[in-house]
T-cell receptor, first 115, second 113 residues
């Protein structure tokens, strides 16, 4: 009964393709996130959604489009993939009772390799 | 942005205590100190957090300096499973929805049998 699950775990694709990563959480949380971990292991937020509404959209190219069909799901669609998109993408969720004080629960990541 | 500095790597022997330091000299009065860890091929997992007082939970203890410019994560008895990258992160009171929740390179802890 994984709390935050994302699929696929590995994604290898050619430059220019369009791909999606799916994320689901069964924790009843209101807020979901997408993070990107680059080759230097820095983990930075890309998007956050609260109750299906976009809250945070960091300086991410328009080719990245998150979609939240309901508050348990946050999918990430990437158009026209580029070599620089290769990274590990993590989905996370939290329950914003204390907001700044909340714990984040992460999925196990999707390793995207663009060839 | 409030920033933290941590050693790149540390080593410990199994079943011995480990003290992981974090410097955050620019911390503001309302910043919380969070620790997460990332096991190999996993997403980060929450370890502990605190504001001013020392904190204990089943995973670890957090010792916060009186001036709050540094903190130390204490693993009381390291096990092989504790080998991971440990991240020290400051989270401001107004930092809702994670906009400034940035994980730096962290400290890679190796545990020797």
């Amino acid at each position: 009964d994984t709390a935050v699950s994302q699929t696929p775990k590995y994604l290898v694709t050619q430059m220019g393709n369009d791909k999606s990563i799916k994320c689901e959480q069964n924790l009843g949380h209101d807020t979901m996130y997408w993070y990107k971990q680059d080759s230097k292991k820095f983990l930075k937020i890309m998007f956050s959604y609260n109750n299906k509404e976009l809250i945070i959209n960091e300086t991410v190219p328009n080719r990245f489009s998150p979609k939240s069909p309901d508050k348990a799901h946050l999918n990430l669609h990437i158009n026209s993939l580029e070599l620089g998109d290769s990274a590990v993408y993590f989905c996370a969720s939290s329950h914003p009772t204390g907001k700044y004080n909340e714990k984040l629960f992460f999925g196990s990541g999707t390793q995207l390799s663009v060839l | 942005d409030a920033k933290t500095t941590q050693p790149n790597s540390m080593e410990s022997n199994e079943e011995e205590p480990v003290h992981l330091p974090c410097n955050h000299s620019t911390i503001s009065g309302t910043d919380y100190i969070h620790w997460y860890r990332q096991l190999p091929s996993q997403g980060p997992e929450y370890v502990i957090h605190g504001l001013t007082s020392n904190v204990n939970n089943r995973m670890a203890s957090l010792a916060i300096a009186e001036d709050r410019k540094s903190s130390t994560l204490i693993l009381h008895r390291a096990t092989l499973r504790d080998a991971a990258v440990y991240y020290c992160i400051l989270r401001a009171r107004g930092d809702n929805y994670g906009q400034n929740f940035v994980f730096g390179p962290g400290t890679r802890l190796s545990v020797l049998p």
